[in-house]
């Protein structure tokens, strides 16, 4: 998969192979939704940076759950 900004790549890359197979159809649907999002929100929202909008909060901190190395 291809987006705009490399660590998107990564990121989304990563949730992926390990979480992707976890969603139910309605948060597939969320993900699609998701993915038409401008890059450098997401990453922001991903990163802790800044709020997603509430209807994605659950699945973003899933996605930064995976896809982020532990502090």
């Known amino acids: 998969m291809r987006r705009g900004i490399k660590e998107?790549?990564?990121i989304l890359g990563r949730f992926a192979e390990t979480g992707l197979g976890?969603?139910?159809a309605e948060m597939l649907d969320l993900y699609d939704a998701l993915?038409?999002?401008n890059d450098h929100d997401l990453y922001q929202w991903v990163t802790g940076?800044?709020?997603?909008p509430p209807r994605f909060?659950?699945?973003v901190d899933r996605i930064a759950?995976?896809?982020t190395p532990a502090n």
């Open 8 to 10: 998107m790549d990564i």
């Open 22 to 24: 976890a969603l139910d």
């Open 35 to 37: 993915l038409s999002e």
């Open 49 to 52: 940076q800044s709020a997603p």
């Open 57 to 59: 909060a659950g699945l």
């Open 65 to 67: 759950r995976v896809s």
